[in-house]
């Protein structure tokens, strides 16, 4: 075949109109990622272009086939992630589906969510670290679901410290109950995406889910559960070391958070990154680390990520005696 030539991919009819996506907006992404012409005339994929560019395509077809393959939804966002991860050379996704969510399977999008739920599902222990957007805590949250429509676990609790960003829960209006809901929303908002308002609600009232602050493990033990503690950048040291010795009988541990973006006063107290330096590499516990090429949001929050990161490390490599 010519260097500027091209290429047949076979693909079932969904998965090469997933490729295509509505309107051909996706195969539109694909051509300017790529410098291709992206054709669908039945049976498959045509990539026409030169052969580098064809080989890069080539993957994020793949990558876009198998989540369609695999009963997920394939929206602008997934396939921005396959085009970012075929320029870089990495692998796809891979990671196990969870079969449950409104929308069908939950699939992972990139690389590290693939490995993510792969540690979950061998450690009982496992850390989630990395920027916003990048479905750490989302997926923590669907595979404990998932453990409990299978019965392995009786319950799920997912924890976060109460800690905000310039504010503070008692100047919310309320019981303690409605207090804490409007804080824990991001939470009830994902389980609702994964399960379904009715099936949340019936969970909720059974007990079966429970959603709190992380003073309320406080003295308890938590056997046949699964644990999610969700924003643990802004949990301190201490608790941490409560929240993290709760694990009872059949109990297991999503831990997530972002320990560049700490709340606390004093953020050297952030019990986060104390525990994964002390925990990675004990037995049970696994780290899964995220970058800001694996957030899955609009594809702006990835440059906002970026920026701050590069601000940063300018920072960090300030001298005490350099200018501002």
């Known amino acids: 075949m010519s260097a500027s030539g091209e290429e047949f991919v076979p693909l079932p009819d969904a998965a090469a109109r997933a ?15 790529f410098d291709i012409l992206v054709e669908t005339p039945g049976g498959g994929v045509s990539l026409r272009g030169d052969a580098k560019n064809r080989a890069a395509a080539k993957r994020a077809v793949r990558t876009i086939a198998e989540r369609a393959g695999a009963g997920a939804d394939v929206g602008e966002a997934d396939v921005r992630v396959a085009i970012s991860a075929a320029r870089a050379g990495e692998p796809g996704p891979g990671g196990a589906a969870l079969p449950l969510g409104k929308r069908g399977p939950i699939v992972p999008k990139t690389a590290a969510q693939g490995a993510y739920l792969d540690l979950l599902s061998s450690h009982p222990l496992v850390f989630g670290l990395g920027p916003a957007g990048t479905g750490k805590t989302f997926l923590a949250v669907a595979y404990g679901a998932a453990l409990l429509l299978k019965g392995e676990v009786d319950r799920l609790v997912v924890t976060r410290p109460a800690v905000e960003a310039g504010e503070r ?8 109950t409605e207090k804490v809901d409007p804080y824990m929303a991001p939470v009830w908002e994902a389980l609702s995406d994964i399960l379904g308002p009715d099936q949340l609600r019936r969970r909720r009232d059974k007990g079966e889910i429970e959603v709190a602050p992380i003073a309320f493990m406080r003295g308890r033990t938590l056997t046949q559960a699964f644990i999610v503690v969700d ?3 802004n949990a301190s040291r201490l608790q941490m070391k409560m929240v993290l010795t709760r694990l009872g009988e059949g109990a297991r541990m999503a831990v997530t958070g972002d320990p560049s973006q700490v709340d606390l006063p004093n ?16 037995k049970g516990v696994g780290v899964a680390r995220f970058r800001a090429e694996d957030v899955v949001r609009h594809p702006l929050v990835e440059r906002i990520v970026r920026a701050y ?16």
């Open 19 to 33: 490729v295509s996506g509505p309107g051909s907006r996706h195969a539109a992404l694909l051509e300017d990622a």
């Open 231 to 233: 924003e643990a950048q």
């Open 267 to 282: 953020p050297r107290d952030s019990g986060l990154a104390h525990a994964v330096g002390i925990l990675d590499g004990v």
């Open 309 to 324: 990161d590069a601000d940063a490390a300018r920072q960090a490599g300030l001298s005490p005696g350099a200018p501002d």
């Open 169 to 176: 829960l008692g100047f919310l209006p309320g019981d303690l």
